[in-house]
């Protein structure tokens, strides 16, 4: 492991903006996927409620962040992205852009640390982009799997890198997990680059602690933080195994097996006392544990097991219910105390993507206003009710992007940002 700190100079800054409604990391507030008092648009196109659009320099199924007047999103180039590039030309990329009219205000760059996997077999689905920023306000963190976790101030000055490691897992399908930061922690998962949970202080970059496992190797989610009778524990998901992890120090509280095989890719979900645990291949499954415990409390905490499930996208719990539109392009409701499908209801006018797999759907849905956003790749954005009776309110479609729409939307007071693999879209209810 290498991990060097960069100095800067002082500079003088440009006044940020923050406020509670900003939408800081993968799946937003608390990574819910549920923007709280929030009415962004529910019907958009090329023109009806566009604020603005601005270019990307490449592909990625990162999410943008919003915080304040800004917002952040990555990007590849150089490999894989379309291109005759080689890998040596492959770099990952930082954008900040101005929320109020869309133009970029800079764009910063790190060269891939090779050997990078190659872009063949399942990396073809997300590509070298797939890890969300996340921000506190003051600084924004982009991680690039191998090529390391990175600190920039608003202004794009880069305060400290930080190299994870250099492995891969046993599929070379590249990470994408995405960063989130607790409690003066920045949270990494690590587990293609390390098999490790890393911790990281945000002002410097240095180690606060790390928690290895050889089976986190194909643990691609985000972990989350639950609270139990005031204590927390730091989830993930990996195969066969739901951990809850001391955010203090990195170590191990307990653990509950799942029996979900292969690879494991959505995030852990919280709501109503229960934990939820998704994914899997070849067979796929949902398990519901009570939060609490300590060692192993598979037998007295694992609550329910379907078979019905979602295979990346990440599901949003609400009112007592999860609500999803997996890969295949299925919408479901789950009662989330029994494990009972409410509903499962296949999209229409669903469209394939350009994948290796065609899987229609990437991203997570995510909720505001009562109703939930499933991007798809190619046949829009679908709005749907977010109640146990299924309804799609509306089907946006953007006829003037026709590249592939992968990142999960981020939403912020009456706006929702969607990125494709060529541009940045902001839509604001008039």
Known sequence: ????????????????????????????????????????????????????????????????????????????????????????????????????????????????????????????????????????????????????????????TRKWSYYVGRRSNNRRWGSAASLML???????????????????????????????????????????????????????????????INPENGRLRWLAETGIPGNVSPSVVQGGGLVYAFGGYPTRATVAVKTGGSRDVSQSHKIWRISKTTYVPTPIYHDGHLYFVNDQGFAYCIHGSTGDIVYEERLPGLAGGRGRGGRPVYASAVMANGNYYAVTRQAGTYVIAAKPQFKVVAQNQIDSDRSQFNATPAIADNEIALRSDSHLHLFARQ
């Not at 492959?90 to 190659?118: H, I, T, Y």
């Not at 680059?193 to 986190?216: F, M, V």
């Open 1 to 156: 492991m290498i991990r060097h700190i960069i100095p800067i100079a002082i500079l003088l800054c440009v006044a940020i903006t923050t406020n509670s409604a900003d939408w800081r990391q993968f799946r937003g507030p608390n990574a819910s996927g549920i923007a709280k008092n929030a009415n962004p648009p529910s019907e958009w196109d090329g023109q009806r409620n566009l604020k603005w659009r601005a270019t990307l320099p490449g592909p990625g199924t990162s999410s943008p962040i919003i915080v304040g007047n800004r917002i952040f999103v990555t990007c590849y180039t150089g490999y894989g992205d379309g291109s005759n590039g080689r890998m040596e030309d492959l770099q990952r990329r930082l954008l900040a852009f101005d929320r109020k009219n869309g133009n970029e205000l800079w764009q910063k760059s790190v060269k891939a640390a090779l050997p990078e996997d190659n872009y063949n077999g399942y990396l073809t689905e997300h590509g070298y982009a797939s890890h969300t920023p996340t921000s506190d306000g003051e600084n924004v963190y982009a991680f690039f799997g191998k090529s390391g976790v990175h600190a920039y101030d608003m202004n794009g």
């Open 182 to 244: 607790h409690d003066g922690k920045l949270i990494v998962n690590a587990a293609d680059e390390a098999r490790a949970i890393i911790a990281l202080d945000p002002t410097t970059g240095s180690e606060i602690w790390k928690a290895p496992g050889d089976g986190l190797e194909l643990a691609f989610g985000t972990p989350i933080v639950v609270d139990h009778d005031g204590r927390e524990s730091l989830l993930i998901a990996l195969p066969q195994e739901l951990w809850g």
